[in-house]
C-alpha cells in the first residue's frame, strides 16, 4: 500500500510517499526504512531506483521516501538550493519520524536510513547529529561534509556502511577541498572515523569479488568487533562511478560506469537485517 503524507516543519508542508507492504502485522514491531534521494530527485525517484519497495514487501518493512526542498537537502555542505535558504532538514526529519510513530506506523521497533548522494551526505549529518534515531545508516555515492566532520560528536554507536565508486566523477571517493559543490572528506577517512567513534578493532577483514562483467571489481572492508555490537563496512567500487549499484533506473545526476556486480539496495538490506544492538531513542 502506498500513500502521500504530509508534515509541516517550519510552516512549510513537506510531502513524503510511504510504503507499507501488504499484510504487515501492525500489532507486532517492524523495522522502518527512510530513503533521502539525490539532488535533482524526489521521493518517487528513489523509490523506482532503490526498488525498496521489493525488500519491504520481502521482509515487513514500512519505506517513507521524503522529498527534499527543491528537489535537495541541506545536507551542511552549503551548496544545495535547500542549504541556500536555510532549510532546517535535520528539524524536518525529527518531526517526520516521530509523525509516523504517532500517526501511520506506530509500532516501529527499529529505524534505518539510507541515502544516495546528497541523500548519502543528509544521511551522514542525521547519523552525526542525531544517532540516537536510528540503529543503523547506510550511504551510496557519499561521504561526510568536513562541517559535519568539525562536529562529530554522535551520542552512542552506530552500524554503519559506506558504498561508492573509486571513479565517482561527482562525489570523489578521495574527497574535496575548496569545490563549488562543497568539501567532504575521503570516504576512507569518513570510514576510519566511525571505526574509531564505533571502538571498532582493526584491521579489516577485507574480501575481493572479482567482476561478472560488469567491469568493475568490489573490495569489501568489515569492520565487526565494535561496541554495542555495531559494525562498519566499506564497499569499494573499483572504477564504479557515481550510481545507485545494481539499479536499472538512471537519474540526472548519475554519471559513470554502474557496477551490476552488487545490487546496493540488496547488500543494504542484508547489512540492516544483520544488524543488533540498541534501538533508537525516541528523544525528537
Same mark, same amino acid.
Given at each position: ?33 527512510? %530513503?533521502?534521494? &539525490? ?11 532503490? =526498488?525498496?519497495?521489493?525488500? %519491504? ?57 539510507? &541515502? ?6 543528509? $544521511? ?11 540503529? $543503523?545508516? $547506510?550511504?551510496?555515492? %557519499? ?46 577517512? %569518513? ?9 571498532? =578493532?582493526?584491521? $579489516? ?34 572504477? &564504479?562511478?557515481?550510481?545507485?549499484? &545494481? ?38
Amino acid at each position: 500500500m502506498d500513500f502521500q503524507v504530509t508534515v509541516i516543519s517550519d510552516r512549510m508542508e513537506r510531502r513524503c510517499l510511504v510504503h507499507l507492504p501488504q499484510g504487515l502485522d501492525e500489532r507486532n514491531g517492524f523495522p522502518l526504512l527512510m %530513503a533521502l534521494h &539525490g539532488r535533482l530527485g524526489t521521493g518517487e525517484i528513489m523509490s523506482r531506483q532503490t =526498488r525498496f519497495n521489493d525488500v %519491504a514487501d520481502r521482509e515487513g518493512w514500512a519505506v517513507v521516501y521524503p522529498d527534499g526542498i527543491r528537489r535537495s537537502w541541506a545536507d551542511g555542505r552549503g551548496f544545495t538550493l535547500a542549504d541556500k535558504k536555510g532549510i532546517d532538514d535535520v528539524k524536518f526529519l525529527e518531526r517526520l519520524l516521530d509523525a509516523l510513530r504517532t500517526k501511520w506506523v506506530p509500532n516501529v521497533d527499529k529505524v534505518f536510513l539510507a &541515502g544516495y548522494s546528497n541523500g548519502g551526505f543528509m $544521511a551522514q549529518r542525521m547519523a552525526v547529529e542525531r544517532s540516537n534515531m536510528f540503529d $543503523a545508516v $547506510a550511504v551510496v555515492s %557519499a561521504s561526510i561534509p568536513t562541517s559535519v566532520a568539525g562536529r562529530f560528536t554522535p551520542v552512542r554507536p552506530l552500524s554503519m556502511l559506506f558504498i561508492h565508486g573509486t571513479s565517482d566523477p561527482v562525489i570523489s571517493y578521495e574527497g574535496r577541498e575548496d569545490d563549488e559543490s562543497g568539501d567532504w572528506l575521503s570516504v576512507e577517512y %569518513a570510514v576510519k572515523m566511525w571505526v574509531e567513534h564505533n571502538g571498532c =578493532r582493526p584491521p $579489516a577483514l577485507i574480501r575481493k569479488d572479482s567482476p561478472k562483467g560488469g567491469g568493475t571489481t568490489t573490495s569489501i572492508f568489515s569492520y565487526a568487533s565494535c561496541r554495542n555490537e555495531t559494525r562498519v563496512k566499506l564497499y569499494r567500487l573499483e572504477s &564504479g562511478g557515481h550510481v545507485w549499484p &545494481g539499479s536499472p533506473v538512471r537519474t540526472e545526476i548519475d554519471s559513470g560506469l554502474n557496477d551490476h556486480d552488487i545490487d546496493a539496495s540488496q547488500e543494504i538490506r542484508q547489512f540492516f537485517q544483520d544488524t543488533r544492538g540498541l534501538r533508537p531513542k525516541r528523544n525528537l
